[in-house]
Structures are given as C-alpha cells and as structure tokens.
C-alpha cells in the first residue's frame, strides 16, 4: 500500500520504461538520419566521379559517352537532394522537388538514346533530340505557373517562404507522368535489345557487339530494378497518401549505390575486354600472326650451306 503523494513502484517502473524506449527511438533515428546524409553525400559524390571521367577521361568513338557521362549526373543530383532538409533548403522542400522534377524526365529518354546509338552505331554530335521535349515543356509549365500565382515574385520582395497555389496538383500530377514516362521508355528500350539479340550472341565466340549488348543490357537491368525498388518504396506510399518513412529513402539510395559499383565492376571488365578484342582484330597483328607465303624462311649463304652439306653425304 502506497502512501498519499508517493508514486507507485509498478508506475515509477512505467515510465522509466517509456523514457528509455523514447531515448532508444530517438537515438536511433539520429542513428538512420546521419547514415542518411552520408549515404546521400557518398553516392553523390561517387556519381560525379563517374560522370566527369566519362565525360572528359573516356572517349567512345560515336560520342555516346557524354549521354553516359549525362546520366550519371543526374544519378549524382538525385543523391545530393537527401542532403536537403527543412533547415538548409532554401524553399519547402515538397516546393524544391517540384522545381527539380523536370531534370528527372531526361534520365529515360538519355538512357534511350545511349542504347539506340550504341546498337545502330550512329556517330555524331546528339544535339537536341525531340525525346527531350517533354523535360522542357515541363519547365516552361512549371516556370509559368510559378510566375502567374504571382508567389515568386512575393517570395523575393518579401524575404518569405511561400509555396505555389498549386502544389499539391503539381505535386500529384508530376510523379504519376513520371512513372508513365519510365514504364514507356523501359518497354521501347527492351524491344530495342531484343531485337538484336540474335545478332549480338555469335555462336562460340566473342566479339565486339556481344560486349556491347551485355553491357546495354545489365544496364537497363540496373535501372529498372532500381525504379521498382522505388516505385515500390517511395513513389506508390507517397501517390497513396502515406508517409514515406527515412528509413524506405535511405533503402532506395542504398540499392542504387550497390548497383553502381557492380555497374563500375562490370564496365571495367567489358572496357579491358574489348581493348584485348580490338588488339586481336587490328590489321597490324594478324599480319604478324599470319605467316607471308613469299618471304623466304632462309637467306642466301645458308642454302649454299645446305646444299654443301648435302653433296658431302652423297660422296
């Protein structure tokens, strides 16, 4: 029996329970949180590696590593947007991710285009290619709906955070196009490959266009299973109305990293295999390969040699 003004042991024990476990959640949520910001931070930094060595290290003869070098960039802008919180972005950020949105329209039809050209072998400079059009429609929608609402204009003379009248249609409309974009691109770029499937895989034997073919093709598996990966964790809760969790971010951005090192491991090793098949098919080793049917195996002084040697063991 407890006395007045004495708080029970089984209480005191309640709560000491609940403020541990309040302790352990928020510990563990700074825990999730910083390994969210690094995560961010090193795949960011790891995709622009990749894209300025693309870009101005690695040269392909039909120029198709600017549109390599491209997608990894925006690979890299991807991963820097989960440095971005409520305390240093400089808008809301549901209202930041509606301005950046466009620029996520052009990874589908670059990836495209890289595998066209690669397959068709176009050369070139690509210029601006009608597959680029909705990206900056997009733009120009979006830049017009801004300056029409009037809340740019008040956002600069007034020094205040404001958001877009129509945000959340924005916000609604945006990722469901996306989403249709994705799905169209990913069946075109899949009928493009299985067209030259019989001509990529020769029979016993590697060439040029078998490594071009895997390498297109593990990359197109990459990038779809990344976008499911999200669709599933990110995309769908957040059309649905639910709240898209840290921890679901942090997965999709983990997925994505571990992918691009496999990518980078298998690059290299398609890379070193075809420099080896490039080197076996050059005209200047198959000439030295080949043996020249009117150079002679013996000179002059020993063939007199020879035949010397010969008329002594006939006498």
């Known amino acids: 029996m407890a006395f007045r003004g004495e708080i029970p042991p089984h ?4 709560g000491h329970f609940a403020s541990t476990m309040s302790t352990m959640d928020t510990h563990s949520h700074g825990l999730l949180f910083e390994g969210y910001w690094w995560l961010s931070l090193l795949g960011g930094l790891h995709c622009i590696g990749l894209g300025l060595y693309l870009r101005y290290l690695y040269r392909d003869r039909n120029d198709n590593h600017k549109l390599l ?4 960039s925006l690979l890299a802008l991807y991963f820097l947007t989960g440095l971005l919180n409520r305390d240093n972005s400089p808008l809301p950020l549901q209202q930041l991710f509606i301005l950046l949105i466009p620029a996520y329209f052009l990874l589908m039809p670059m990836l495209y285009l890289y595998c066209y050209r690669s397959l068709h072998d176009i050369k070139g400079s690509i210029g601006l290619s009608r597959h680029f059009i909705p990206a900056i429609a997009l733009v120009l929608v979006i830049g017009l709906s801004a300056l029409l609402s009037g809340e740019m204009r008040q956002l600069v003379s007034t020094s205040r955070v404001t958001q877009f009248n129509h945000v959340t249609l924005l916000g609604t409309v945006l990722p469901l196009l996306l989403v249709l974009q994705t799905g169209l691109y990913f069946y075109a770029i899949w009928r493009l490959l299985r067209r030259f499937k019989g001509r990529a895989h020769r029979a016993h034997q590697d060439s040029l266009k078998d490594i071009k073919f895997r390498w297109l093709l593990a990359l197109t598996l990459a990038m779809l299973t ?9 995309i769908l809760p957040y059309l649905l109305g639910d709240k898209v969790s840290l921890a679901a971010q942090a997965s999709t951005r983990l997925f994505l990293l571990l992918s691009l090192y496999l990518l980078a491991l298998y690059g290299l090793k398609q890379i070193t295999m075809s420099a080896y098949l490039r080197g076996r098919l050059s005209p200047d080793l198959q000439t030295q390969a ?4 009117s150079r002679q195996l013996l000179n002059a002084e020993e063939l007199n040699y020879l035949q010397q040697l010969l008329q002594s063991d006939k006498k």
Do not use: D, Q
Request: hydrophobic share 55%.
């Open 11 to 14: 209480a005191c024990l309640a």
């Open 69 to 72: 070098g491209a997608i990894f």
């Open 226 to 234: 990344n976008w499911l990966v999200r669709m599933g964790l990110v």
């Open 290 to 293: 080949r043996p020249s049917s």
